[in-house]
Nanobody, 122 residues
Framework: QVQLVESGGRLVQAGGSLRLSCIAS????????MGWFRQAPGQEREFVAA????????YYQDSVKGRFTISRDNAKNTGSLQMDSLKPEDTAVYYC???????????????WGQGTQVTVSS
């Protein structure tokens, strides 16, 4: 089992930046793929980004490419999502995820965090 806790979500103006963090506990985090999903009101949860256990494979949803950067520090059991040039359409609850299977942008995690709210005002 892996427990995930996100932080860093808040209200920000369009064009601004945020850095979301995910702290993992439980089994060794470093052996797992980890990623980020988001869910906007009235919409399904969608894939945002994922990074393989060693960091050698990284994938992004097309709408965030060039604006978001995923990273991880296995020694600290943490993952991050740096979000720049934020847009109102990025408003959502963002979830950290880990484990499961990664096939490009098709990522199916085993473990989920509780989510952190990101609101981008226009």
């Amino acid at each position: 089992q892996v427990q995930l806790v996100e932080s860093g979500g808040r209200l920000v103006q369009a064009g601004g930046s945020l850095r979301l963090s995910c702290i993992a506990s439980g089994r060794t985090f470093g052996i797992y793929t980890m990623g980020w999903f988001r869910q906007a009101p009235g919409q399904e949860r969608e894939f945002v980004a994922a990074i393989s256990w060693g960091g050698g494979r990284i994938y992004y949803q097309d709408s965030v490419k060039g604006r978001f950067t995923i990273s991880r520090d296995n020694a600290k059991n943490t993952g991050s999502l740096q979000m720049d040039s934020l847009k109102p359409e990025d408003t959502a609850v963002y979830y950290c995820a880990a484990g499961g299977t990664l096939a490009g942008v098709h990522y199916t995690p085993n473990y989920w965090g509780q989510g952190t709210q990101v609101t981008v005002s226009s």
